[in-house]
């Protein structure tokens, strides 16, 4: 218990201190009157500063919640009629693109396949031009053959008809 007692008294001699020094300023202020009317003078023309911006920015709200009203009934219906008009001309884009690129992989097939025809053309070509100078080799050595069988007929039926007379066929 003396604790709590002791504790009792500390606080309200700590109590009592505060108080004598708020007592005592209170005193000093009430003695420097001419102050106290300064700060007095000083804390209605803030007030009066202050109730002339509330009433300004309270004008300043009113218009700005004006101009808000008049922007959004301007701008906001026509602003999705043109998210609309954006989106159609992305999409119609997107789409050309989309085509453009099918087209440009189909072209490039193309271009594939006519190039591997062009290869195919030209080793066709080279093979006929190969057997197209065989063809000419084959009518050369038989038309060489067929000379060298006529000239052969001859020496044997010359050799063979001395006379001059007809040879078998």
Do not use: I
Not at 37 to 62: H, V
Not at 65 to 73: A, C, E, H, I, P
Not at 88 to 105: C, K, M, P, W, Y
Not at 139 to 162: F, I, M, V, W
Request: avoid cysteine; proline fraction near 2%; glycine fraction near 6%.
């Amino acid at each position: 218990m003396t604790v709590v007692s002791g504790l009792v008294r500390y606080v309200a001699a700590e109590a009592e201190r505060r108080l004598r020094e708020g007592l005592d300023l209170m005193s000093r202020l009430g003695q420097d009157r001419t102050r106290l009317d300064a700060y007095d003078e000083r804390l209605r023309r803030m007030e009066q500063t202050l109730d002339g911006q509330q009433a300004e920015l309270r004008s300043l709200r009113a218009d700005l919640d004006s101009l808000v009203t008049q922007l959004n009934d301007r701008v906001l219906p026509r602003l999705d009629e043109r998210m609309d008009d954006t989106e159609r001309d992305l999409a119609t884009v997107a789409t050309g693109v989309l085509r453009q690129g099918r087209d440009n992989a189909a072209n490039g097939t193309r271009l594939e396949t006519v190039e591997q025809r062009v290869g195919d053309l030209r080793s066709r070509l080279s093979r006929v031009e190969q057997r197209a100078g065989l063809w000419r080799d084959l009518q050369a050595n038989l038309a060489r053959l067929g000379e060298d069988l006529d000239a052969l007929r001859t020496r044997l039926t010359a050799t063979d008809n001395p006379l001059g007379t007809e040879a078998r066929p």
